[in-house]
């Protein structure tokens, strides 16, 4: 290699920062190198305390908007979006935020009492909060029948306070399971009322069921009977006098089912019977818990042949629609009924008979058209032919308000004459 060629070589080797083998570098080389390499690590520095500055800010960020039970899902451009968190509970948003209305909660909206002795009555009450923004009012307790009463309740309540609700059940009149409900009206928009039950078991020493005796008779069958249990509940074996009836329009007699536990009272009606009777059947027992048993016997008189309604009304003359009545026809007799030839005297009205249960229930369905008007006087009535002795022919009578009558003019005023038209 000549001359030339060699020192054009090196410094092409020189050119690109190299050194040739065996030569070491001059001082000036040593220091531009030194100031690159600081340069470098002063960079990475500062970009690394820069991401650890901006997570800080963002995780402080995030806890204010969790805090206001908010999330504002926004990035720096160019970057990916966080992906959205999930959202807090109910109960958080409104035990922060207070809600924009008043809301009820009750702490226990079922009450069981357990087991109480028959008579005793039971007392306790509800207690609620209003866990909304605004003040609550309740403005109704109604429960659901005459035994059960509310006291004085919380009329208003601010939002975060509670209230209260005192409720009285009496259980002088039942026996077993029992469950009663209590509405609260309130002002809350979301559930403005609320069903509150209360249950429990009543324990008697003595089960009577039915504790009334009721027994349907007709004329034609003014004979029926009806069965009374009766139930030992306590552990001394139970023993019962003979039933005593203040009425002689009813007849007892005491079966024993099952010695000391289980009885039947046998209820009969004693013809003849003069309309609905009622009376009082006395049992003396030989519990100190129930030493007295009353049971009421009720006996309905009720007719061979039902008919309801008895008659049919229609709206005022004439009809401005078609109108449809359906009259039913009940057999409380022990022998089977027929009913034959529907009529109706009425201009344009059709009658359809239906035996729903063979001899023992009918419907009669009359249709009346529009424009229908009885004449002043007119006697319109559906019938029915039937092969009972004493209803041969049932008869259901029409009645329509007449037709307005026009106003009258007095006499002496002036006929009032129409001026021409100009």
Same mark, same amino acid.
């Given at each position: 290699?000549?001359?030339?060629?060699?020192?054009?070589?090196?410094?092409?080797?020189?050119?690109?920062?190299?050194?040739?083998?065996?030569?070491?570098?001059?001082?000036?080389?040593?220091?531009?190198?030194?100031?690159?390499?600081?340069?470098?690590?002063?960079?990475?520095?500062?970009?690394?305390?820069?991401?650890?500055?901006?997570?800080?800010?963002?995780?402080?960020?995030?806890?204010?908007?969790?805090?206001?039970?908010?999330?504002?899902?926004?990035?720096?451009?160019?970057?990916?979006?966080?992906?959205?968190?999930?959202?807090?509970?109910?109960?958080?948003?409104?035990?922060?935020?207070?809600?924009?209305?008043?809301?009820?909660?009750?702490?226990?909206?079922?009450?069981?009492?357990?087991?109480?002795?028959?008579?005793?009555?039971?007392?306790?009450?509800?207690?609620?909060?209003?866990?909304?923004?605004?003040?609550?009012?309740?403005?109704?307790?109604?429960?659901?029948?005459?035994?059960?009463?509310?006291?004085?309740?919380?009329?208003?309540?601010?939002?975060?306070?509670?209230?209260?609700?005192?409720?009285?059940?009496?259980?002088?009149?039942?026996?077993?399971?029992?469950?009663?409900?209590?509405?609260?009206?309130?002002?809350?928009?979301?559930?403005?009322?609320?069903?509150?039950?209360?249950?429990?078991?009543?324990?008697?020493?003595?089960?009577?069921?039915?504790?009334?005796?009721?027994?349907?008779?007709?004329?034609? !069958?003014?004979?029926?009977?009806? +069965?009374?249990? =009766?139930? #030992? %509940?306590?552990?001394?074996? @139970?023993? *019962?006098?003979? &039933?005593?009836?203040?009425?002689?329009?009813?007849?007892?007699?005491?079966?024993?089912?099952?010695?000391?536990?289980?009885?039947?009272?046998?209820?009969?009606?004693?013809?003849?019977?003069?309309?609905?009777?009622?009376?009082?059947?006395?049992?003396?027992?030989?519990?100190?818990?129930?030493?007295?048993?009353?049971?009421?016997?009720?006996?309905?008189?009720?007719?061979?042949?039902?008919?309801?309604?008895?008659?049919?009304?229609?709206?005022?003359?004439?009809? !401005?629609?078609?109108?449809?009545? +359906?009259?039913? =026809?009940? #057999? %409380?007799?022990?022998?089977? @009924?027929? *009913?034959?030839? &529907?009529?109706?005297?009425?201009?344009?009205?059709?009658?359809?008979?239906?035996?729903?249960?063979?001899?023992?229930?009918?419907?009669?369905?009359?249709?009346?058209?529009?424009?229908?008007?009885?004449?002043?006087?007119?006697?319109?009535?559906?019938?029915?032919?039937?092969?009972?002795?004493?209803?041969?022919?049932?008869?259901?009578?029409?009645?329509?308000?007449?037709?307005?009558?026009?106003?009258?003019?007095?006499?002496?005023?002036?006929?009032?004459?129409?001026?021409?038209?100009?």
């Amino acid at each position: 290699m000549s001359r030339r060629s060699k020192r054009r070589h090196r410094q092409q080797r020189q050119g690109k920062g190299g050194l040739p083998p065996g030569q070491a570098a001059t001082p000036t080389q040593n220091s531009q190198r030194g100031t690159k390499g600081r340069a470098l690590l002063i960079g990475a520095a500062v970009v690394v305390v820069g991401a650890i500055l901006y997570a800080v800010s963002g995780s402080s960020g995030r806890k204010e908007e969790i805090a206001l039970g908010t999330i504002t899902n926004s990035a720096p451009s160019g970057t990916s979006a966080p992906a959205p968190l999930l959202p807090l509970p109910t109960a958080a948003v409104v035990s922060v935020a207070g809600g924009s209305g008043p809301r009820i909660v009750f702490a226990t909206p079922v009450y069981d009492f357990g087991q109480v002795k028959g008579g005793e009555v039971v007392k306790y009450t509800y207690v609620f909060t209003n866990v909304g923004g605004a003040i609550l009012q309740v403005s109704n307790v109604q429960a659901s029948c005459g035994c059960t009463t509310a006291g004085k309740w919380s009329r208003q309540v601010e939002p975060g306070q509670s209230g209260s609700i005192p409720i009285q059940f009496n259980s002088v009149n039942f026996g077993g399971a029992v469950g009663k409900s209590i509405t609260v009206t309130c002002n809350d928009p979301n559930q403005p009322t609320v069903v509150l039950q209360i249950k429990g078991n009543i324990w008697k020493p003595i089960d009577v069921m039915p504790q009334i005796a009721v027994l349907n008779v007709t004329a034609d !069958a003014p004979s029926n009977a009806t +069965t009374v249990r =009766i139930v #030992n %509940n306590e552990q001394a074996p @139970l023993t *019962l006098s003979v &039933p005593e009836s203040n009425n002689r329009a009813f007849a007892t007699e005491l079966r024993t089912n099952q010695p000391g536990k289980e009885f039947q009272l046998i209820v009969k009606t004693v013809p003849p019977l003069a309309g609905s009777v009622q009376g009082q059947i006395t049992l003396k027992t030989s519990s100190t818990n129930m030493p007295v048993i009353n049971v009421t016997a009720w006996a309905n008189m009720q007719q061979a042949v039902m008919v309801m309604p008895s008659q049919i009304t229609l709206p005022a003359a004439p009809l !401005a629609n078609p109108v449809v009545s +359906t009259i039913s =026809i009940r #057999n %409380n007799g022990t022998n089977a @009924l027929a *009913l034959t030839e &529907p009529a109706m005297n009425g201009k344009g009205v059709a009658v359809q008979l239906k035996e729903l249960r063979p001899g023992r229930y009918f419907t009669l369905t009359v249709s009346f058209p529009a424009g229908f008007e009885m004449a002043r006087g007119e006697k319109v009535e559906l019938s029915v032919k039937s092969n009972h002795p004493q209803f041969p022919m049932i008869k259901v009578p029409v009645i329509q308000p007449p037709r307005p009558a026009p106003p009258v003019v007095p006499l002496g005023t002036p006929a009032v004459t129409p001026s021409p038209s100009q």
